[in-house]
């Protein structure tokens, strides 16, 4: 698949929902449903996608969505997962989850049910931040990010939560961007064909929460990962191959300013912070690079 | 068939004759041996169900709404510290409803800890749209166990059932258990809403005040339905496997003057106290309450009433004591017995009926009257 052509036409994600404009979420729930298909269904805790898919009794998705509690995803899914397979059934289980049902309080029972090789794909779209309260911080803020309840922007770094679900092992992770359509369609489609579980972890630009111009998501994507800041890569059995993309930023990164700069969060961020942001971005490319070489 | 087993085993037991799709459990003492003997039963065979061994009790009971909103049977157990943890699925659970069943081995909330018995767990409970049974005996706590699915799954029902046990004066004692081939007894899971690909539905999602309004109502008429249901369950209960059970288990209120009213192994203790006090010519009765949700109507009237509660509201009273008040229109001599595991006699059941004080709350443990 070379051109966003190929992608399937059917829509799953109508013309209806009560989105943002410029919204990464329902753009990548778009691509996401368009590889998984009909036979889905959708486990979604608490999170900006249980605002955007409408008020009962109309939804604005077109496979069952389960809307459960914040902290219950995986578990939730997990069920699903063992009673479809129990029965028979090979529909597709998808957590669609965001960064604070992911890495904050959802990652006890996402730990626990990729630790039991749960059958489920678990999906999470990452806009830094909790998005449908107003933007508070979440451990998937970057450091240096103003949210409102880091005014003076966020002193932490940013959970390294693909490191943690490294740790578990999977058959296969990723990370993905909708700034790059076919690269989600094809690990959303490629995560699908293993049994156990896997997942992708998608940057999502924000643009109320990131404060940025709502024509510029797409183009947010493409510069968190031209200058390094999102790495596109996979992970199959433990080997880990980055993107063409993100290897042709690594070698020649575009610098960080051009993807701060246009974003209102880090608007004043300080030297210090900048430099710390600088070395992370660094280490992560490091340790990456060095896993890929061993790959 | 005959056998002799604890109420935990008991439980199992039940759950192996009606062979849910999903199970998923987290072990804590007292309710251990329920996991542990389901977990044997699934590695012989002998139970075809997805066993899922979750990492917490919230996991659990969110992997039980994960299940059987696809169409399937699916059971856990838990206690104490167990069910509090799970209290935000709890409400879920019924909130979707869903005909999960989950036995409760009840036990004290800490701290400090204690494991030993007590209802205040499931008391805190009694609010979330759960149907709620007590059990006094291992026969008991099987038959109840059974009976529970049918009840979940009627679909004038379909909310989850907690079948209650009292944690070691119950769960770990041992017992005579005739076990039953339940047949078509228990007929097969129909959910109406349940999860179908093929025509895809929004679940649980933004509800505006109307409809959540309506859900909410939808939840207290399926929970006055299910008196019937349950009458209806008990009596087909008794014709098949000759076993008699109902919302109250009343042992010589006839003629009584007065009335005791307990929940699970004190509420049996108190028949051995009933026979004490009529060998002393008071003219004294019991009454075991079964169903907490829902809530029977009790006849009381013209007796004296004593009520024991092994809970406590916090700057209200007793539960069952203040429920029972409300219900009576009329004041009760209000016991607080057994807290922690504390030791009930028959002998003090006697003496609570004996130096009644109507209208006053009595702290046993404590020796205290409020």
């Given at each position: ?17 009560s ?12 691509y ?29 998705f077109?496979?069952?969505v ?38 904050d ?56 939560i ?33 049994r ?9 630009p ?90 | ?10 439980v199992?037991?039940a759950v ?29 065979g ?117 079948v ?23 007929p ?50 008794e014709?098949?496997?000759?076993r ?16 005791i009213v ?7 203790e ?11 010519g ?11 949700r ?77």
């Amino acid at each position: 698949m070379d051109t966003i052509a190929e992608i399937p036409k059917e829509e799953f994600v109508l013309k209806c929902t009560s989105a943002c404009a410029g919204c990464s979420d329902a753009l990548t729930l778009r691509y996401v449903l368009k590889a998984a298909g009909q036979d889905t269904v959708l486990v979604v805790p608490a999170c900006c996608t249980s605002v955007i898919q409408g008020i009962y009794p109309n939804t604005a998705f077109n496979v069952p969505v389960y809307n459960i509690a914040f902290g219950a995803a995986a578990a939730c899914a997990s069920g699903m997962s063992n009673a479809f397979r129990a029965t028979g059934k090979k529909t597709n289980v998808i957590v669609y989850a965001g960064d604070g049902g992911t890495l904050d309080i959802g990652i006890q029972a996402m730990s626990g049910a990729f630790e039991r090789g749960t059958d489920f794909l678990y999906i999470c779209y990452d806009n830094e931040a909790y998005g449908n309260t107003g933007m508070q911080r979440s451990g998937g803020t970057p450091m240096g990010a103003r949210t409102t309840t880091t005014p003076a922007g966020k002193t932490d770094a940013k959970k390294d939560i693909d490191a943690i679900i490294a740790a578990h092992s999977p058959p296969y992770m990723a990370t993905a961007c909708a700034a790059y359509p076919q690269d989600l369609f094809k690990k959303v489609q490629k995560a699908l064909t293993f049994r156990g579980p896997s997942f992708i972890h998608v940057l999502a630009p924000c643009p109320p929460g990131w404060r940025f111009s709502t024509e510029k998501s797409v183009e947010m994507g493409k510069l968190a990962v031209k200058s390094g800041m999102w790495v596109l890569y996979e992970r199959e059995y433990g080997k880990l191959s980055i993107n063409p993309q993100s290897k042709a930023a690594i070698k020649k990164p575009i610098p960080l300013e051009d993807y701060l700069a246009p974003q209102g969060r880090f608007k004043g961020i300080d030297a210090k912070t900048l430099e710390l942001l600088r070395q992370h971005l660094a280490k992560n490319i490091k340790k990456l690079s060095a896993e890929a070489a061993e790959s | 068939m005959k056998k002799i087993a604890t109420g935990n085993k008991a439980v199992a037991e039940a759950v192996k004759q009606v062979q849910p799709t999903v199970i998923a459990a987290y072990p804590i003492t007292p309710q251990t041996e329920i996991v542990e003997q389901i977990a044997e039963f699934v590695s012989s065979g002998e139970l075809k169900s997805r066993y899922i061994p979750v990492e917490s009790e919230h996991s659990a009971m969110a992997a039980c709404i994960g299940a059987s909103i696809t169409g399937v049977r699916t059971f856990t157990a838990t206690s104490s510290h167990g069910l509090l943890y799970m209290h935000e699925m709890t409400n879920w659970a019924a909130g979707a409803r869903l005909p999960i069943v989950m036995a409760n081995v009840n036990r004290s909330i800490g701290p400090g800890w204690n494991i030993w018995a007590e209802h205040t767990d499931a008391m805190q409970e009694r609010d979330t749209g759960w149907l709620q049974v007590y059990v006094s005996s291992v026969q008991e706590a099987y038959d109840a166990t059974l009976m529970a699915f049918r009840i979940a799954e009627h679909n004038d029902v379909l909310l989850p059932v907690m079948v209650n046990l009292d944690g070691f004066t119950l769960s770990h004692i041992m017992q005579p258990l005739d076990t039953v081939e339940t047949g078509d007894f228990i007929p097969p899971v129909q959910l109406p809403h349940a999860i179908d690909p093929k025509n895809p539905a929004g679940y649980g999602g933004l509800t505006g005040p109307d409809q959540h309004f309506k859900f909410r109502w939808e939840i207290e008429r399926s929970m006055r339905d299910s008196v019937q249901v349950i009458r209806e369950t008990e009596k087909d209960f008794e014709r098949r496997f000759g076993r008699k059970y109902d919302f109250t288990e009343d042992y010589r209120c006839e003629d009584a003057d007065v009335v005791i009213v307990a929940m699970g192994t004190l509420g049996k203790e108190a028949e051995v106290a009933i026979d004490l006090l009529r060998k002393e010519g008071i003219k004294a009765g019991s009454i075991r309450l079964r169903w907490l949700r829902p809530f029977p109507k009790l006849n009381l009237k013209g007796k004296d009433i004593v009520v024991i509660d092994r809970d406590y509201s916090f700057g209200f009273g007793g539960i069952l004591a203040k429920s029972i008040e409300a219900q009576q229109k009329t004041g009760v001599y209000s016991v607080i017995a057994g807290l922690g595991g504390q030791e009930v006699t028959y002998e003090d059941i006697a003496d609570f009926i004996r130096k009644r004080r109507i209208g006053e709350e009595f702290w046993f443990g404590v020796n205290s009257h409020v």
